[in-house]
T-cell receptor
Framework: KQEVTQIPAALSVPEGENLVLNCSFT??????LQWFRQDPGKGLTSLLL?????REQTSGRLNASLDKSSGRSTLYIAASQPGDSATYLC?????????FGSGTRLQVQP | GAVVSQHPSRVICKSGTSVKIECRSL??????MFWYRQFPKQSLMLMAT?????????EQGVEKDKFLINHASLTLSTLTVTSAHPEDSSFYIC????????????????FGPGTRLTVL
């Protein structure tokens, strides 16, 4: 059974800092990995999707990497802003299901 | 990008009543739709997968008679929580994919905004 772990569970940083969120998974037989953002009481906003054959994806200030063999992904956020404050979820797509991590709650202090 | 809507966004009901939640793909045909549940400060848990025109596949531990799923068209899936009880209070989120099959397919899933259900 796939297990997805996200570290840290919570993170508070001052505005402008670069930061890294970590995601690890136990079963490397995945089709893709997605990073989502979730604001309190809201649905999911897809940030980046990395196919299993890819090593990274970039969108604006976000960069996500994937090392399938070691079961790890990182989400790099450059020059963080207060508007980046949210919970960030990673999810891996295996043969059977999309499995979510428990998320990292990010607070960017102005 | 692909848009998925959910209705209602929030519902409060009395214990014992049934509640229907709609999930619509607005600008694409969703061959497969997924229903998730999210308890406070927890992650999303897949409840069931539905392919248009066929019966839904439920995850282990999810009661099919309590959570009725209908995927009658390529743009609409409904989740009915029957005889709701306070322990069913949760955030329900649907997602849709333009390809058929399990959630493990390469196609991206597009998520709805969620429905907050509160059962008194």
């Amino acid at each position: 059974k796939q297990e997805v772990t996200q570290i840290p569970a919570a993170l508070s940083v001052p505005e402008g800092e670069n930061l890294v969120l970590n995601c690890s998974f136990t079963d490397s037989a995945i089709y893709n990995l997605q990073w989502f953002r979730q604001d309190p009481g809201k649905g999911l906003t897809s940030l980046l999707l990395i196919q299993s054959s890819q090593r990274e994806q970039t969108s604006g200030r976000l960069n996500a990497s994937l090392d399938k063999s070691s079961g790890r992904s990182t989400l790099y956020i450059a020059a963080s802003q207060p508007g980046d404050s949210a919970t960030y979820l990673c999810a891996v797509a295996g043969r059977r299901a999309l499995t979510f991590g428990s998320g990292t709650r990010l607070q960017v202090q102005p | 990008g692909a848009v998925v809507s959910q209705h209602p966004s929030r519902v409060i009901c009395k214990s014992g009543t049934s509640v229907k939640i709609e999930c619509r793909s607005l600008d694409f045909q969703a061959t497969t739709m997924f229903w998730y549940r999210q308890f406070p400060k927890q992650s999303l848990m897949l409840m069931a997968t539905s392919n248009e025109g066929s019966k839904a596949t439920y995850e282990q531990g999810v009661e099919k008679d309590k959570f009725l799923i209908n995927h009658a068209s390529l743009t609409l899936s409904t989740l009915t929580v029957t005889s709701a009880h306070p322990e069913d209070s949760s955030f329900y989120i649907c997602s849709a994919s333009a390809t058929s099959g399990s959630p493990g397919m390469k196609a991206e899933q597009f998520f709805g905004p969620g429905t907050r259900l509160t059962v008194l």
